[in-house]
């Protein structure tokens, strides 16, 4: 999930349902397309879910 970095946060603009989130469980593979503004500062919370596990992940942010 990303969100503005603002004393209040919101969704960034994004393709689900016009948040920048993904909202798929499970393990696969998962990508978001987002829309930033340069003139925005953003942070992103990485969650894992009510049932964790062990291990880890890899992300990565691109811009495109």
């Given at each position: 999930m990303t969100f503005t970095d603002t004393a209040?946060?919101?969704?960034?603009?994004?393709?689900?349902?016009?948040?920048?989130?993904?909202?798929?469980?499970?393990?696969?593979?998962?990508?978001?397309?987002?829309?930033?503004?340069?003139?925005?500062?953003?942070?992103?919370?990485v969650s894992a879910g009510s049932t964790p596990k062990e291990g880890g992940y890899d992300m990565k942010v691109v811009k495109q």
């Open positions: 209040s946060p919101e969704y960034a603009p994004g393709e689900t349902g016009g948040q920048c989130r993904i909202d798929t469980p499970g393990s696969k593979d998962k990508q978001v397309k987002c829309e930033l503004s340069k003139d925005k500062a953003y942070f992103i919370k």
